[in-house]
């Protein structure tokens, strides 16, 4: 290595990987806003709204990310919006999120029990004020272990913006060894330092859903 030493390649691996936890956040916040949307729309009664989120999940959850980051990267420029691949990336990975979030939350919407919507009319509260204040918040920590569960899946998807040019992990990575022909020490340490960040939040989500299981007597 003429040019770095093994300390000079974890320090700079480790302040590559603020970047991944700065993108896995933002894309974690603005897809959980935008899911919450996608979801109220999707389980609203009226089917054209039904219907247009539908295509939005489906759309987003059947086509590659990659190919969603080139559409943003390179085709808002064509419209006359440059974009940096910190935004290109970021709204990617929030649009990308949004649609499996809002999925996730649906599930739970669907299981809990129609009482509870009844209860909450029941009440004289209109459809959206029973959304928010009566079943999102059992269907949010009904389905806590999913979201935590995607969110692991969303660190690694962060390696992906390596291509649109955003400096994470990855692509750090990759000019470290283009630099010191040393894939095994580069690759092994960003393997690492991936796995140290993911298998945390697997942990917690299975004890998430141990628990469920438990209190629900499953």
Request: with cysteine; hydrophobic share 55%; aromatic share 12%.
């Amino acid at each position: 290595m003429d040019e770095f030493s093994t300390s000079d390649i974890v320090i700079n691996l480790l302040l590559a990987a603020r970047w991944t936890l700065a993108l896995t956040l933002v894309a974690f916040l603005g897809g959980g806003v935008v899911g919450l949307l996608i979801l109220a729309a999707r389980i609203d009664p009226r089917p054209w709204l039904a219907r247009s989120a539908n295509g939005y999940i489906g759309l987003f959850q059947g086509t590659p990310l990659l190919l969603q980051l080139f559409l943003v990267f390179f085709g808002l420029p064509l419209l006359g919006l440059q974009i940096e691949p910190w935004m290109a990336a970021s709204f990617g990975l929030t649009f990308y999120a949004s649609a499996y979030l809002a999925e996730i939350w649906r599930g739970g919407v669907e299981a809990l029990p129609k009482g509870q919507w009844e209860a909450a009319r029941a009440l004289g509260l209109p459809r959206s004020a029973c959304l928010r204040l009566v079943v999102l918040p059992q269907a949010l920590r009904m389905t806590l272990p999913p979201a935590v569960g995607f969110l692991v899946q969303l660190v690694k998807a962060t390696a992906v913006t390596s291509i649109i040019g955003y400096a994470e992990l990855m692509r750090t990575a990759n000019a470290i060894n283009n630099a010191t022909f040393e894939p095994f020490t580069v690759y092994g340490m960003v393997a690492a330092i991936y796995f140290a960040l993911c298998f945390p939040l697997t942990a917690y989500a299975r004890r998430l859903e141990a628990g469920g299981q438990h209190r629900f007597g499953r």
